[in-house]
């Protein structure tokens, strides 16, 4: 397919946002008699699914302490459910697992979800946690956990899978999706700030809107855009931080421990829900016995035909690089810096075998070849940022929280139609100078 010379609308990235936007602005442009699929082109340096997206681990889940979160979620649960089978879906539930120091917090997110309709079931105390647990898997052994948070609805889906329902769905409305063409600059207006036209390795293309969702190379787009690498922040305590970068990286680490994951049913024979367990029981080795860490500690798993075994990951690290020379090229499973190593894998096999017998003495099963893990781009609360900037491109930046967001995309799409979306409002740029950040919790991970 040729490069056109010019488009409408064009979107940089083929992940979860990009073809979420495009598939629902061709939706709304073609239903309000205003354009079609045809007015809109998706580029990609790489493929469908090159970045962050086509590595998610791909669980969907509610549980957010930020209400602004756990609504924005629910709207995308929605989005999920609304054709499981394209999105390649698996509506199995999500259980946050939590120590007494979460106890509380969580306690509001379950209230909260009330509020908002969505069904969930909270057990608290560790006699019944354990009773609860135990029914679900009889081989249950997890300590220190007081609280838990059973999601009904959620679950996980497969990623590239999912990806390619998506783009199918935009190309059957006429959206053109081009893999291989790499923006390397913006051409902006003489009179406005506005963007006029892609600079890309195969040409220029105009343009009249410009949808950003570049994941981790988001800090790349921000720089052609000349937006700043420092910016000013009111915390929550009212005190003003200066020069506060714009963006970091952090590795997410995850892999596959490869058995059955039959292996992994219910007492009763159904597939689980998605597991996480965070936890400040002391963590020992399930190969020596040797003491891990006995500070806070948190995992996720579930059983995934597709990797072919139990997959899941733990806390992610900060990168302590200078974030402008991080190196996003080669990304995930080809990097040779950010995938996981043997401590990863001996600290994640032990977490498994913590939490449920029947991983115990496994390790030798841990999936080697398959190289997992990846880079995220995160904001500096750590929280997305959906915004227009430049008058006409519309960033989306979801600071690593979005495989599980595909309903931003549509919201998106509803915006470029010119209806502002109440579900995005607090998630706009202009509350870092304003002080109005999300309230944080005390789970162990960044975007919890
Ligand atoms: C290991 C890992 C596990 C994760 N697990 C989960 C999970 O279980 N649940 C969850 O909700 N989230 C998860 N995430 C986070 C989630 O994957 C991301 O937040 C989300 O996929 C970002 O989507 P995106 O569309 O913004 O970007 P991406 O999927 O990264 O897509 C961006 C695309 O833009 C393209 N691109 C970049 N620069 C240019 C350019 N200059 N020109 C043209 N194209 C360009 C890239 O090639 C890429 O294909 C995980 C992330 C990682 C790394």
Redesign the pocket.
């Known amino acids: 397919m040729t490069l056109p010379r010019s488009v409408k609308y064009a979107i940089?990235?083929?992940?979860?946002?990009?073809?979420s936007t495009a598939l629902h602005l061709a939706q709304m442009l073609k239903k309000g008699g205003r354009g079609s699929g045809a007015d809109i082109l998706v580029?990609?340096?790489?493929?469908?699914?090159?970045?962050?997206?086509?590595?998610?681990?791909?669980?969907?889940r509610n549980n957010y302490y930020q209400p602004a979160m756990r609504e924005l979620m629910a709207h995308s649960v929605e989005v999920w459910e609304s054709d499981p089978k394209a999105y390649s879906y698996h509506p199995v539930g999500y259980m946050q697992i939590s120590p007494e120091v979460m106890h509380e917090q969580v306690g509001t997110i379950h209230e909260q979800q009330k509020a908002i309709g969505y069904e969930s079931v909270f057990i608290e105390g560790a006699a019944d946690c354990q009773k609860y647990m135990t029914g679900l898997f009889d081989d249950w052994q997890a300590k220190g956990i007081t609280s838990v948070l059973h999601e009904k609805k959620g679950g996980?889906a497969n990623n590239t899978a999912s990806l390619y329902g998506l783009a199918n769905k935009a190309e059957a409305e006429g959206v053109r999706i081009l893999s291989g063409?790499?923006?390397?600059d913006f051409e902006f207006g003489s009179n406005s700030g506005a963007v006029t036209a892609l600079v890309?390795n195969r040409g220029r293309v105009a343009c009249d809107h410009v949808v950003i969702?570049?994941?981790?190379?988001?800090i790349?787009?921000w720089d052609m855009l000349e937006l700043p690498k420092a910016i000013t922040i009111k915390g929550r305590d009212g005190k003003v931080h200066e020069n506060v970068p714009m963006w970091k990286f952090w590795c997410?680490e995850?892999g596959t421990l490869g058995v059955d994951p039959e292996m992994h049913k219910t007492n009763d024979g159904r597939m689980p829900p998605v597991i996480h367990v965070d936890t400040d029981a002391p963590l020992y080795s399930d190969v020596d016995g040797s003491l891990i860490t006995d500070k806070l500690w948190g995992l996720y798993y579930k059983p995934d035909f597709n990797f072919g075994g139990i997959q899941g990951?733990a806390s992610p690290y900060k990168v302590d690089q200078d974030p402008d020379k991080v190196a996003i090229d080669p990304?995930?499973p080809d990097s040779p810096d950010f995938i996981v190593g043997d401590d990863f894998i001996h600290m994640w096999c032990s977490m498994l075998a913590h939490c449920q017998k029947r991983f115990e003495g496994k390790i030798s099963l841990y999936k080697h070849k398959e190289r997992?893990?990846?880079?995220?781009c995160f904001t500096p609360d750590n929280f997305p940022v959906f915004d227009t900037f430049r008058e006409n491109v519309y960033v989306?930046?979801?600071?690593?929280?979005?495989?599980?967001?595909i309903g931003v995309g549509k919201l998106v799409a509803q915006e470029l139609m010119g209806e502002k979306s109440k579900l995005l409002e607090p998630f706009r740029f202009g509350r870092f100078a304003k002080g109005e950040l999300h309230p944080t919790s005390h789970s162990p991970f960044p975007w919890s």
């Open positions: 940089i990235g083929a992940g979860v946002h990009g073809l580029v990609d340096k790489g493929s469908i699914g090159a970045g962050a997206s086509g590595i998610a681990c791909g669980v969907v996980y063409v790499e923006v390397t890309t969702g570049a994941g981790p190379w988001v790349k787009l997410l995850e990951g990304y995930g997992s893990g990846g880079l995220g989306i930046a979801d600071s690593n929280h979005g495989y599980k967001m």
